[in-house]
């Protein structure tokens, strides 16, 4: 929590900082879309072994930029999130699939020429989670039962109910973006994000530490600017 609100300071001091400073270059407004891929895994504690979940991603986004390299962006989309086990030789097959809608806030760095330009975003994120679902082949509730499952590794979170549908975390991206037309323009974004929240209870007594979600996201996206 504490990592979250030095975020919020920052972004609001530069924010400050922009307003502050001279006004000469003129302020740029973006409307968009953006949709892709987005490939997950959780931070258990104690670790379990894991493969990238697939899944996908989208949002709507606004964005303001002055004309030189600083601006800011907010959206509000979906995302894809959870795990996949990997269960190594077992022939067997465990995924959960966490469906999240979220909101990120977003300093965003820009460089380049006016037709094509680089950029980083960085700063916090909220998700609500509104979907679990697993897809299992195996008796997952009871794998004590399981032939093939292997006795040496940790299931308790094959079933455990998710108690903290709300997460926070940090995100950062990079990206190139290809201006069409002066108003139209194309991106391509690679954004990491590492929740700070729990999903399942972490006090000393419980079974997990932490459990927080993380994910790598590629997304294409269309901006249209309004001013």
């Given amino acids: 929590m504490r990592l979250l609100k030095v975020l919020l300071v920052a972004v609001a001091s530069v924010v400050a900082f922009a307003a502050a400073a001279e006004t000469h270059y003129k302020p740029h407004v973006f409307i968009g879309a953006k949709g892709g891929l987005s490939m997950a895994q959780m931070s258990f504690s104690p670790s379990t072994k894991q493969l ?16 030189k390299i600083f601006g800011l962006i907010a959206e509000l989309g979906w995302v894809q999130r959870g795990w996949k086990e990997n269960f190594e030789l077992a022939p067997l097959s465990y ?33 609500y989670m509104i979907g679990d679902k697993i897809g299992s082949d195996f008796d997952y509730e ?6 093939d499952f292997p006795r040496n590794r940790r299931y ?3 079933a455990m109910e998710v108690k903290n549908k709300f997460d926070y975390g940090i995100c950062a991206g990079v990206g190139i ?7 139209h323009s194309l991106t391509l974004e690679g954004r990491f994000y590492y929740g700070l929240g729990n999903i399942f209870p972490a006090a000393k007594a ?13 997304t294409l996206g269309y901006n249209f600017r309004i001013k």
């Fill in 177 to 183: 973006e290809f201006y069409v037309q002066p108003r």
């Fill in 95 to 127: 995924r959960r699939t966490l469906t999240y809608i979220n909101l990120p806030l977003l300093t965003h760095i820009y460089f380049g020429s006016r037709r094509f330009k680089g950029f980083v975003n960085l700063g916090p994120q909220v998700s």
């Fill in 156 to 158: 308790e979170q094959l």
């Fill in 206 to 218: 419980d079974v997990f530490g932490a459990s927080r979600p993380m994910s790598i996201e590629v």
């Fill in 142 to 147: 009871h794998p004590g039962t399981v032939k």
């Fill in 52 to 67: 990238w979940n697939m899944g996908s991603t989208g949002a709507v986004t606004f964005r303001y930029s002055e004309e």
